[in-house]
């Protein structure tokens, strides 16, 4: 079956970049997905690329796919202190009929220190 | 701008008990999903609902676990008689479409004492 890994956890400095990883195994047509959790909080879509794309950006995002390792990141610029949250990998393979079932690495937990 | 609502947000039960899980989708969306996280674990996939029916659930959704959409707006969960590995947070989700983003409600942490 499908498995997502991920580090889990990352510290950064305000105003640096940072760059999360993760793999996955599904081999087939696939979205991939970044969700964001802040404490308390549910799980908020940041943004998902289609596993036939190399790259997407969107604002300070910028994912990056590497199709023959099955490695994604997610870049955030210039990384803030509002950025710091716990962000999922999440996979889901493209079939046909009644739904769309995730599967979620273990979340990456960024700390952005001043 | 709309918003997927769960109840209650946090619930304690004896082992054994009944608990239903409740949750009010975005109300244009079609499909809907469970999905729980034990403490330190993964997000793990339960079910997914559509069409008034399950359309697909993972081996984690065992007869002890049932959904239903019982009116226009809620879409429950329900564990017949708890045990303590049913401790979990469980999120509730809902998309337009198949394929379109999955809007989390903020969960409801269950406890199993």
């Known amino acids: 079956g499908e498995d997502v890994e991920q580090s889990l956890f990352l510290s950064v400095r305000e105003g640096d970049s940072s760059v999360i990883n993760c793999t996955y195994t599904d081999s087939s047509s696939t979205y991939l997905y970044w969700y964001k959790q802040e404490p308390g909080a549910g799980l908020q879509l940041l943004t998902y690329i289609f596993s036939n794309m190399d790259m997407k950006q969107d604002q300070r995002l910028t994912v990056l796919l590497n199709k023959k390792d099955k490695h994604l990141s997610l870049r955030i610029a210039d990384t803030q202190t509002g950025d710091s949250a716990i962000y999922f990998c999440a996979e889901s393979p493209i079939l046909t009929g009644g739904g769309n079932k995730l599967t979620f690495g273990t979340g990456t937990q960024l700390k952005v220190e001043l | 701008e709309p918003e997927v609502t769960q109840t209650p947000s946090h619930q304690v039960t004896q082992m054994g008990q009944e608990v239903i899980l409740r949750c009010v989708p975005i109300s244009n969306h079609l499909y809907f999903y469970w999905y729980r996280q034990i403490l330190g674990q993964k997000v793990e996939f339960l079910v997914s609902f559509y069409n008034n029916e399950i359309s697909e659930k993972s081996e984690i959704f065992d007869d002890q676990f049932s959904v239903e959409r019982p009116d226009g707006s809620n879409f429950t969960l329900k564990i017949r008689s708890t045990k303590l590995e049913d401790s979990a947070m469980y999120f509730c989700?809902?998309?337009?479409?198949?394929?379109?983003?999955?809007?989390f409600g903020p969960g409801t942490r269950l406890t199993v004492l």
């Open positions: 989700a809902s998309s337009q479409r198949e394929y379109n983003e999955q809007f």
